[in-house]
């Protein structure tokens, strides 16, 4: 077990104050692994005047100086890769190969691509008798959850860093291990110190210091709607930027012309990745309804492969969740679904055969578009299999969520499939499984949220525009 005993705040290691500690299960084995400090509103606010302090000189610093920073984190974060994916495969539960490439290999790319990102990018612009100039916004609290936890502080503070921006981040209080090994990484990549502050802790203790302290500028939120409206509240009285990505409820739309064992063999690895732990999975399988009984075979035979098991067992496909409070939501959903009469097709509320860990059966459940489980975001191995009658039902299915985060399209062809994509309020949709693409926006409509993350997009999210008005030069 590891017992970490500080934060990382202006450039060193400072132990923590208090002694309470907050616990870090091993999700498959449920012994605890580490242990964190539980931050105080004190340690928080030095981390945030740290950064403040720190901001002038790194905001000026040459672009190409703080490109070679992130260059420097790429380089340590590949170094120490399978440190890194081991302690996410016990944190989170995603099986170690896949953490490697996905939670690991997917964030290391993002680092080294927000340096190219920062360097390629227009800082300036003449537009008329002005030049519009880019800025960093300033100091960033970044608040992010434990599903894809490295992603997702990655998709904040390098943008952040490259812009300019000086960062405090609050990671999950649940798998904060990846963390404090990326803080070890950037102090060995030598930033100046006050430029990027790491505080442990409660969301509502240390997170709502990020978003009410008066010289935090902008906070960028990563977690689930609840937590995220609050945030956007309490951010709104100092009228900070406020960046949120939020939950999900993605429809995948398998039109009357796809090839069924595409899609139904595609949707359900858009459902199951990471256990169902994705706020973009493929939750809602949208099907003709004439067709219910060929998808119910297909999805049965497609689930089968998905086998349970232990993160660091070579043959498992699908780990555990995250936390005991997880499994007991998720097979709460589980339950609601049962009673209110859903076809049990695979799966089902009753614990797989494991001695220990929080594991739940790849459950599909077909349900009708009224039922709770069609609307709710249950974060956890189930898919809902919902008939339509036709493609103007189909897409008023999928839009029939506070969500917009994600979704997918199936048809025999691509056009077909985009003509009814541009239909669906959503920030992303996947033409008959389009790969995820690192430099495309990734971000919500409706209550999803209002940030877009990667690429150019994701690094404009931390830029202020300044527009100087330069005297017209007149004729002689
Ligand atoms: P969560 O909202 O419980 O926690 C997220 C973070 O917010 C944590 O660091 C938590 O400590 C903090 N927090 C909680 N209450 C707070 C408060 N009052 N003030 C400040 N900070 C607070 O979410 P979670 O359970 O960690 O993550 C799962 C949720 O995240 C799901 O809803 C999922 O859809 C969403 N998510 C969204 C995206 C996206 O990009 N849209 C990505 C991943 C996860």
Redo the contacts with the bound molecule.
Sequence with gaps: MTTYASHYINGQWVTARSKETLPVHDSSTEEVMATVPAGTAQEAELAVLAARAAFDAWSTLPVETRAAYLEKVAAGLKARTDEMAMAIAREVGMPLKMAKTVQVGGPTWHWGNFAKVARNFEWEKKVGNSLVVREAIGVVGC??????PLS?ITLKIAPALAAGCTVVL?????APVNAMILAEIIHEAGLPPGVFNLVNG???VV??V??THPEVDMVS????????K??SE?ASQSVKRIAL????KSASVILEDADFEAAVKGTISACMLNSG????AHTRMLVPAGRYDEVKALAQTAIAKFSVGPSLDETSRLGPLVSANQRARVLGFIRTGIEEGADVIAGGAEPPAIAKGYFVQPTILGIKSTDTLAQE?I?GPVLVVIPYKDEEEAVAIANSTIYG?GGGVWSGSDEHAMKVARRIRTGQVDINGGPFNGNAP???YKQ??NGR?NGVYGFEEFLEFKSLQLKPVTAA
């Design positions: 608040i992010t959850p434990w599903n894809f997702q609050k990671p999950s209080e649940i409660m969301g509502p997170g709502e990020l978003a939120f990563t977690g689930s709607t609840g937590a995220g609050r945030v309490l990505e939020l939950g999900g732990q994705t706020c973009s975001e974060f985060l990734f971000g919500g999803s949220g993350e």
